[in-house]
């Protein structure tokens, strides 16, 4: 179609115009109908409290969870990446050792990720959740049983709890509420579903 036709003809620019504003009302409707699901999967508690533990174990990457310190050797701490010396050399010591730690926390925080964005399958959810737990359990235990052990017996210096040890445990805490709404939720779904 020429410029010259359409610009003569008020029909076609009419119908034109109009078609040009469907197409922009369909993506408005479109953007508003995902804005609304997100809204609708935030209004979640659950969400919320999976979104606190994708935080957590997102600051447990940068936050040392055992310090050691001893006037003559120095200062060591344990992050989850790996012994941290500030002594005269400082850096990563034992980095190898703590994989087992890192993976379990970049798995918990990805598994809650996930999570979230299951809303509307609540038994996933559920069992998601509870995978969830068991790797926050296996952290801690690992944490408190066998690093902080084995560094104070390695370094020979007493161990200190830093910040970082508790994270896991909020996001357990975290975890355990989030599986308390889900399947409140799931029973009230069902609930419904009788009465119909």
């Not at 009302?25 to 609304?36: D, I, L, M, P, R």
Request: proline residues 3%; hydrophobic residues 50%.
């Amino acid at each position: 179609m020429s410029t010259k036709y359409f610009s003569s003809h008020p029909e076609v620019q009419k119908s034109f115009l109009i078609s040009q504003q469907n197409k922009i009302s369909e993506k408005a409707s479109n953007v508003f109908h995902t804005f609304k699901k997100f809204i609708h999967m935030i209004q979640r508690i659950q969400s919320l409290y999976l979104f606190v533990v994708v935080i957590a174990c997102s600051v447990l990457l940068f936050f040392p969870m055992i310090e050691y310190v001893d006037p003559i050797k120095g200062t060591y701490k344990l992050f989850i990446t790996g012994l941290k010396s500030y002594s005269d050399l400082p850096g990563y010591l034992f980095f190898w050792q703590t994989i087992p730690i890192l993976v379990l926390d970049i798995a918990s925080l990805l598994l809650a990720l996930i999570t979230i964005f299951l809303y509307k399958k609540r038994t996933v959810q559920f069992r998601l959740v509870n995978v969830n737990v068991l790797f926050n359990i296996i952290l801690i235990g690992l944490v408190f049983l066998y690093y902080s052990r084995t560094f104070e017996n390695r370094l020979q210096i007493h161990s200190a709890y830093q910040f970082g040890i508790y994270i896991p445990l909020i996001s357990l805490v975290f975890l355990v509420l989030a599986n308390r709404a889900i399947r409140k939720d799931e029973l009230l779904v069902k609930s419904t579903d009788r009465l119909r």
